[in-house]
C-alpha cells in the first residue's frame, strides 16, 4: 500500500500542467484514435492549463500590492491559513489514500457501463476535494473505512452532479462537450449560485438591475472592451490602495492581459478537448450501445475562467474579502490563502446570473462572508485534521476549503452535533 502511494505521490508530484496531456493523450488513443492526433490533442490542452496557470499566477502578482495594503492594517490573527496547497499536499498521506484512485477510476468506469452517469471525471488533481473531507472524517473519527467510503462517495457526487450542468455549462461558456467536475464548485458554489439568484429575483428594483460584459460595450464603446475594462479595474485598485504611479500602471496592465489572455489559453484547451470529445462519444456510442449517448469530460473549474464577466468579478471581490476580514466578527484569521481561491469561485456565480456583473458581485461578496465565517468556525476539526496527518502545525489552522467543500462542511458539521 505504501509502494502504491508512492508512486501516485510521484505521478501527482509532476502537477496538472503534466498529467493533463498525458491523460488526455491516453484517454485519446483509448477511444481509438490515431496517435498524432491525440498526442497533439493532449499538447494543446497540456498547453492551455499551463498558460491558464502562468496567467493566474499574473493576476495573483498584479493584485499583490491590494493585499499588502489591506493586511498592514491587521493584528491580531491568532489562526493561521495555510493554504488549500498545504491542505491538499497533507490528505495525501492518510492510509486509504492510495487505494481511493483507482477505487474512484473503477467506480465511474463502472457508472458509465451501467448507464448511471454520462460524465468521465479527468480531473485527478483535484481529487483533494474529495480527500480532504475523507481525510478530516479519519482524523476525528478514527475510521479508515468511513474516510475512504466518504472519499469515493464524493466522487461519484460530482458525476450526477457535472452531468446536470453539462448543458447549461456548455451553453453559457461555449465548452461543448466538457462539464466541471471540481467538488467544492459543483457541488456547493452552483447550488448556492441558483439560490441567491432565486433571492435577488424576490427583491424590487435590485431584480431590474443589469449590468453585463455586451451591454457595457454597447454603451461605453472602447470603454466597455474587456481589455479596458480590466485596465480601469486595476488602476481603481491601485489608486484606492494608495500605491505609487508605477504599480498603479503595472496593476493596470497586469489586470487587462489577465482578461485578454485567459480566454486565449482556454481556447487552445477546447482545440484538444473537441478532438477528444468528438472520438470519445464515437467510441461510447458503440461501447454502450446507444446511439444517442454523449460523454461530458468532468474537469477542473478553471476551463469556465475564459468569460471576461469571471475575472472582472473577481478583482471587483477581492478587495471586500480582504476588507471583511476586519469586519466580520470573531474571525480570527487573514485570507491570505483563501485569496488564491477567489476566481474559481467566479464561473458559476456568472452563469448562474447570465452574465449580469452586479449580481454575480454581490452573490460573491456574500458567498465568500458565508465562506470565512465556516473557515474559522471549523477551525478545531481543521486542526485536528492537519496533526492526524503527521504536518506539524503550530497553534491553530485553518483555510477556506474547509468553508468552501461540501465534504469538509458536513463532516464539520457532523462533528459538531457529536
Request: aromatic share 12%; with cysteine.
Amino acid at each position: 500500500m505504501e509502494n502504491l502511494l508512492n508512486v501516485i505521490q510521484s505521478i501527482l508530484g509532476l502537477g496538472a500542467v503534466v498529467i493533463l496531456p498525458i491523460m488526455i493523450c491516453a484517454l485519446g488513443l483509448f477511444f481509438r484514435m490515431e496517435f498524432g492526433a491525440a498526442l497533439k490533442a493532449g499538447l494543446l490542452v497540456g498547453i492551455g492549463f499551463s498558460g491558464l496557470g502562468l496567467v493566474i499566477g499574473l493576476l495573483m502578482t498584479s493584485i499583490n500590492p491590494v493585499v499588502e495594503y489591506y493586511q498592514a492594517f491587521g493584528s491580531g490573527f491568532t489562526v493561521a491559513d495555510l493554504g488549500w496547497a498545504a491542505v491538499g499536499a497533507a490528505s495525501w498521506t492518510v492510509p486509504f489514500a492510495a487505494i481511493s484512485v483507482p477505487l474512484i477510476i473503477f467506480t465511474n468506469i463502472i457508472f458509465l457501463k451501467l448507464k448511471l452517469t454520462k460524465v468521465m471525471n479527468v480531473d485527478i488533481w483535484n481529487y483533494i476535494h474529495f480527500l480532504v473531507p475523507g481525510a478530516m472524517a479519519y482524523a476525528l473519527w478514527d475510521s479508515f473505512v468511513i474516510g475512504l467510503a466518504l472519499t469515493v462517495a464524493l466522487s461519484m457526487v460530482v458525476l450526477f452532479l457535472g452531468q446536470k450542468a453539462a448543458r447549461n455549462w456548455a451553453d453559457y461558456f461555449g465548452l461543448e462537450g466538457t462539464t466541471c467536475s471540481t467538488l467544492s464548485f459543483i457541488a456547493w458554489v452552483w447550488p448556492i449560485a441558483v439560490l441567491f439568484n432565486k433571492i435577488i429575483d424576490k427583491i424590487p428594483v435590485v431584480n431590474k438591475i443589469e449590468i453585463n460584459m455586451t451591454k457595457l460595450g454597447d454603451k461605453l464603446g472602447m470603454f466597455g472592451d474587456p481589455a479596458v475594462v480590466g485596465m480601469l479595474v486595476g488602476a481603481f485598485l491601485g489608486i484606492i490602495t494608495k500605491q505609487n504611479y508605477k504599480i498603479v500602471f503595472t496593476m493596470a496592465i497586469g489586470v487587462s492581459a489577465v482578461l485578454i489572455l485567459i480566454p486565449r489559453m482556454v481556447g487552445f484547451m477546447m482545440e484538444g478537448l473537441s478532438a477528444i470529445g468528438t472520438a470519445t462519444n464515437a467510441y461510447m456510442k458503440k461501447f454502450l450501445n446507444d446511439e444517442s449517448n454523449e460523454l461530458h469530460i468532468g474537469m477542473d473549474i478553471a476551463l469556465g475562467l475564459g468569460d471576461p464577466g469571471c475575472i472582472t468579478v473577481t478583482m471587483l471581490t477581492i478587495p471586500c474579502v480582504i476588507l471583511m476580514a476586519f469586519i466580520l466578527p470573531g474571525l480570527n484569521y487573514f485570507p491570505i490563502g483563501l485569496l488564491t481561491g477567489v476566481c474559481y469561485t467566479s464561473p458559476f456565480m456568472v452563469m448562474c446570473s447570465k452574465g449580469n456583473l452586479f449580481r454575480s458581485f454581490v452573490c460573491m461578496v456574500v458567498f465568500y462572508a458565508m465562506t470565512m465565517m465556516l473557515a474559522n468556525w471549523f477551525t478545531p476539526e481543521a486542526t485536528a485534521m492537519m496533526r492526524a496527518t503527521g504536518v506539524e502545525v503550530t497553534g491553530m489552522v485553518t483555510d477556506g476549503m474547509f468553508g468552501l467543500d461540501p465534504g469538509c462542511i458536513a463532516v464539520g458539521l457532523i462533528n459538531k452535533i457529536l
